[in-house]
Nanobody, 126 residues
């Protein structure tokens, strides 16, 4: 099993930046592929970004490409989501997810990930 804990959410103004962290514990002897998703009130959970186990491959949703950057520090079992130029429409609960996969495949579907964190709220005011 893998346990995930997100942190770093908060209330910011449009144009500000935030960095979310996701720390994994449990079965992390090999760093898993990680994904970030978000869910706004009244909307379905959607893909934001993903990073391969090595950190060498990343993918982003069109809505965040160029503003968000996903990275990881495997020595710390932690993945990060750097969010710049935040917009009110980025307001959501952000979740990290993990998949014990060590290929170069990038996973963007909710169903690809068996392990999820509890989520952290990001609110962007206009």
């Amino acid at each position: 099993q893998v346990q995930l804990v997100e942190s770093g959410g908060g209330l910011v103004q449009a144009g500000d930046s935030l960095r979310l962290s996701c720390t994994a514990s449990g079965r992390t002897f090999s760093s898993p592929a990680m994904g970030w998703f978000r869910q706004a009130p009244g909307k379905e959970r959607e893909f934001v970004a993903t990073i391969s186990w090595s950190g060498g491959m990343t993918s982003y949703a069109d809505s965040v490409r160029g503003r968000f950057t996903v990275s990881r520090d495997n020595a710390r079992n932690t993945a990060y989501l750097q969010m710049n130029s935040l917009k009110p429409e980025d307001t959501a609960v952000y979740y990290c997810a993990a998949r014990l996969d060590y290929s170069t495949t990038l996973y963007t579907r909710i169903t690809d990930y068996p392990y999820w964190g509890q989520g952290t709220q990001v609110t962007v005011s206009s």
